[in-house]
């Protein structure tokens, strides 16, 4: 059953994650600190302005992106989400990735911590056509077999 914090920062997070758009990006962007620091497989960035540009490039390069969040739980200045990330590859094909981000909420409230956890080898690069076929062989080869 999905847990839902009663933390007004996080569901602040959760509901700007869930209607993020191009045109809501201002809202979500206004929720970390200037500095803020936000790390995930592929970007490692800080400041507002970068963490707005992760979110222009994926606005760029895939199509009717969008968040689901499933759990959001919290305990003093941590929070944690397990989300689902839905979007459509060129060629409309319809994929899944999901995830986990910790997220540490500064004295004022705002974000000044953003870490995304995801597999991109099983959520991403296991379901491309070629080199999916080599990650199954590789998964496949380094895969614990019983007795």
Known sequence: MPTFSSDPRLAAVVLAYE???PETMPALLALYSPLARFKDPFNEV???AAIGCVFEHMFATVKAPRFIVNQAVSEGDTGFLTWEFLFAREGGAQMCIRGATHLHFAADGSIDLHRDYWDAAEELYAKLPLLGVLMRALQKKL?????
């Open 143 to 147: 895969t614990a077999r019983p007795r």
């Open 19 to 21: 209607a993020l758009r």
């Open 46 to 48: 800080q400041g507002r």
